[in-house]
């Protein structure tokens, strides 16, 4: 090995496809980049190539305004010109779910292997921090390297190298490694993306230039192969860049300079590095800072885009793809092509800038259109796929309740048994327009006595509730829509022990026995099931015991609110340090619910917070004064925030449902529910990326911010040996374990600020978050250690919406009750059923929850022959032998990740 000195100039642009200008305007300025970029590449063979941000997206959105363009891509791609992938978009890590963070990839693999190329490098320019399987995701992938600009020192705010005594990696270069020991080279941004931006031909300047620059390259390579890159954020390409070249060359003779790519850089990189490089573990958060410059609380930005983001994200991966798989095992078409369109219009909500909240409000605007069309196409490919699965099912033994029994399906598309309360809406009698509709008939139309049975007999308490008439319609495929009226009936009932990744068929049928009269509310401002008693205090906080251990917590669900005068990216608190509780506000309660399957009560604060932040803001977000220096207290002037929260127990649920609602009007605050676990212990669990993630409750010694918020994804859990407490939500991405002495989870709930930050004054008033808001926790209580994974499954349930489908009596192959994966592993968490677009072949996700080795035992898929293990862009691996019984079992490492096909 030589001691030369090689820079490597790759030349590329960080495309933020919207930020702090709309889609639209940032959109042009792309077209222009890649008109130039295509011009170049064909009249300079000595600009040798470009890399393309590491997201094929920026192809589409190139063609969407010059479809003509398409060979001549191709062309630079195939030849290796134009590096593209491996990401679709590139995402936040933190923000997304873990499937979506693969599908991520795949579809970028595969569009990236259709376009002609595909660069291996785990591309993370940009995200703020990295998740801790990363490593084992693109190892799985077959790219062994990461590329990120975030996440461990030496990197501060402004994105440069900080002098901090202490780095945790002594180079830009490292081995980044996941919990379950797959590694790959971690390549630091240690002078960020843009160290080798603008670089100049002349000789006097570039002489200025190269001083500075090899300067800081030298301060933390491992290698004498350095990385440049020729770009920014939204850069225009540097055209001179091969005569800048030149003019490096002929001051530097004793360095090589190359026109470079990602490939070339790493395979040199590779071949040169020491073997002292340190090994960084899991999770990159920005831990060893001093939390300031983390923008962890993008997590709370707009609280609404997570929480349409979570129900998107849920409907695809957990009901629309296994609903999917369900009715392909039984003979139907994969719509392949609509989930693909369906996922990549939620996955343009997922770049950094846009899921994480820190856009202009144009930006914002345009995302929930894209849920809402995503969410359509789901739910277009979970209709259809339920009209097929019902009329297999074989719903004959309901005949015996008489030709009125309504029957229906209750779909669990969990990865583990349900029981929970169910809503359906039914028809109990339809008059199409084609025949004649009688509205006197419809409206007299006697319900009588119901109740709801399960084939095998067992009867249910149910709440029915008239609708009356009402006008709907079906869209045969093959005949003019067919409109009619119903009388339609609401039903709500606690569906037992539905099966795992399956479904049970219950029937409304005419009862004279009336309905158990039982009630779990056993006295004034309590309920009560098996394994919960719960007590409405005074303050509307609730004291919760397990009667599984008889512990006791107390307090739980406390409002607090702080004034803001940070920005999208960060909280800052006012500098008033004014904090309000609800603790001595007194609460209205009342009961709302009282059946035999559940309990409700509404609790009602009345409530006054300041309505915003005094004026001095307003004047400091002006004058650029950064948010760590601002001065800004709370207004004098209060308004009343009245916050209304249902909270509901289940007869035999082991968590309890809290539902806020509340109309905000106050501007530069944050609103947080407070739960005091007093439990003792110095870490907490928190669900991450394919990863319950053990994290500290105290941060580090230099860590100087006073919040420690911090990202999660289904739930956070504080516990030890015998006792525990998980918060479980739906698209609340940001909690904080409080450093109270009490270990108190606190859970933001919303956060509102008036402008985005960064590198100047942008407002986003739309960022305030005025209006209704509703948000949903659950808290479980459960027995610590030996416990806990239990309480992570519930927590994973409670992200998924039942599926429920009225339908008629009849003959079907499908028994009334069926499980579609039957599988066994006590620590493993279920994660995806899907069809693979390139085989056919049905290919089913678990992970390990915990460090210790695990066994998952699986019986091959009706309607599927051999199983093999896969890894997570869907290619076989190994074969695995089934046994008798046609169970597959296979060893699960700590941590892993585990991929089966089975095929079809
Ligand atoms: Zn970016």
């Known amino acids: 090995m030589t001691d030369q000195k090689h820079i490597h100039i790759i030349s590329h642009t960080h495309w933020d496809r919207e930020w702090y200008l709309p889609y639209e305007k940032h959109h042009v300025l792309l077209i222009k980049l890649m008109d130039r970029l295509l011009d170049t590449l064909e009249k300079d063979p000595e600009f040798k ?78 995200s703020f921090g990295n998740m801790g399987q990363g490593p084992q995701i693109l190892s799985q992938a077959g790219i062994n390297n990461a590329v990120f600009g975030r996440g461990v020192k030496p990197t501060g705010f402004n994105n440069m190298v900080s002098d901090a005594e202490q780095y945790e990696s002594p180079y830009s270069e490292m081995l980044w490694r996941s919990p379950d020991g797959s590694s790959v080279l971690g390549i630091l941004f240690a002078n960020w993306y843009c160290n080798g931006n603008e670089v100049p031909v002349d000789e006097k300047q570039a002489k200025q230039y190269w001083e500075q620059h090899l300067s800081s390259l030298e301060k933390y390579a491992a290698s004498p192969h350095r990385l440049m890159m020729n770009g920014c954020d939204h850069q225009p390409i540097q055209i001179d860049l091969p005569e800048a070249i030149e003019t490096a060359k002929k001051l530097y003779p004793e360095i090589s300079f190359t026109h470079s790519n990602f490939n070339e850089y790493v395979e040199n990189l590779t071949a040169s590095l020491p073997n002292d490089l340190k090994v960084i573990d899991g999770e990159l958060r920005s831990q060893q800072t001093d939390g300031w410059g983390t923008l962890v609380n993008t997590a709370s930005a707009r609280v609404y885009i997570k929480q349409m983001n979570q129900l998107g994200q849920a409907l695809l991966e957990k009901v629309a793809e296994p609903l999917a798989t369900f009715a392909y095992l039984n003979g139907e078409e994969y719509n392949h092509h609509l989930l693909e369109y369906a996922w990549k219009t939620l996955m343009q909500n997922h770049p950094h800038d846009s899921i994480c909240g820190c856009s202009v409000d144009e930006v914002h605007r345009e995302m929930v259109t894209r849920f809402e069309k995503s969410k359509h196409v789901a739910e277009a490919v979970i209709d259809e796929s339920l009209e097929a699965l019902s009329n297999k099912i074989d719903t004959t033994v309901f005949e015996k309740w008489g030709e009125d029994a309504l029957a229906f399906t209750v779909y669990n598309t969990t990865g583990w048994d349900r029981t929970g309360t169910v809503s359906i809406t039914l028809d109990a009698r339809r008059d199409y327009f084609s025949e004649g509709v009688k509205k006197q008939e ?35 495929e093959e005949k003019f829509r067919q409109p009619y009226m119903a009388r339609r009936v ?367 035992l699986v019986r091959t898929l009706n309607g599927t022959s051999s199983a093999y293990k896969s890894n997570v862009i869907e290619e076989k691996q190994e074969t695995l032998q089934s046994n008798e019984s046609s169970k597959v079992q296979m060893p699960v490492k700590p941590y892993e990740i585990v991929t089966i096909g089975f095929e079809k």
């Open 442 to 476: 419809l409206k007299q139309f006697p319900l009588g006595e119901r109740i709801v049975v399960d084939e095998a007999g067992t009867e249910y308490s149910v709440t029915v509730e008239d609708l009356g008439i009402a006008f709907d319609y079906d869209l045969p």
């Open 490 to 856: 609401r039903l709500t009932f606690e569906a037992e022990q539905v099966p795992a990744m399956g479904y049970k068929t219950f029937a409304l049928v005419q009862s004279s026995s009336s309905q158990k009269q039982d009630s779990l509310i056993p006295g004034e401002n309590q309920f009560e099931n098996d394994f919960l008693h719960v007590n409405i205090n005074e303050n509307g906080s609730l004291t919760v015991t397990n009667k599984v251990n008889g512990r006791t917590f107390e307090e739980l669900g406390v409002y607090e609110d702080t004034g803001d005068i940070g920005n999208e990216y960060m909280y800052k608190q006012s500098h008033d340090q004014k904090t309000l509780t609800t603790k001595d506000v007194i609460a209205n309660v009342k009961v709302v619910e009282d059946t035999a399957y559940q309990a409700a009560y509404e609790i009602t604060h009345e409530w006054e917070i300041p309505k915003s932040a005094s004026e001095l803001l307003e004047q400091e977000q002006k004058e650029l004064v950064g948010f760590k220096g601002r001065k800004s207290g709370r207004s004098e002037e209060n308004i009343p925030f009245k916050i209304t929260t249902i909270v509901t127990l289940e007869k035999n649920s082991k968590g309890i449902n809290v539902e806020a609602s509340f109309n905000n009007q106050a501007k530069d605050h944050r609103l947080r529910a407070l739960f005091p676990t007093a439990i003792q212990t110095d870490v907490h669990h928190v669900d991450s990326i394919f990863e319950v993630a053990t994290r500290s409750n105290q941060p580090s010694e230099e860590w100087t911010n006073p919040d420690n918020s911090q990202h999660q994804q289904a739930f956070v859990d504080v516990h030890n040996e015998e006792d525990g407490l998980t918060v479980a939500n739906l698209g609340l991405n940001e909690y904080e374990v409080l450093r109270d002495g009490r270990n108190t989870i606190a859970i933001t709930l919303l956060r509102s600020v008036g402008e985005l930050g960064d590198w100047g004054h942008f407002p986003t008033p739309e960022a305030q978050c005025l209006g209704e808001h509703t948000v949903s926790l659950r808290i479980y209580p459960h027995a610590g250690e030996g416990d806990a994974t239990k309480a992570y499954q519930d927590a994973y349930q409670f992200q998924v919406p039942w599926t429920v489908k009225q339908t008629g009596i009849h003959d079907g192959e499908l028994p009334a009750a069926k499980s579609f994966l039957e599988w066994n592993a006590p620590n493993l968490a279920f994660s995806s059923l899907k069809v693979s677009g390139q085989t056919g072949d049905v290919l089913t996700r678990w992970f390990n929850m915990t460090n210790e080795n695990n066994s998952l």
């Open 49 to 126: 190539s470009f890399h393309l941000d590491g997201q094929t997206i920026i192809l589409d959105d190139y063609l969407q305004v010059r479809p003509n363009r398409r060979e001549k891509l191709e062309k630079y791609i195939r030849e290796g010109r134009l590096h593209i992938g491996p990401w679709y978009i590139l995402q936040d890590e933190f923000l997304t779910s873990s499937e979506a963070n693969i599908r991520n990839l795949q579809y970028g693999m595969k569009d990236a292997i259709q376009w002609g190329g595909i660069s291996k490098v785990g591309y993370f320019p940009d």
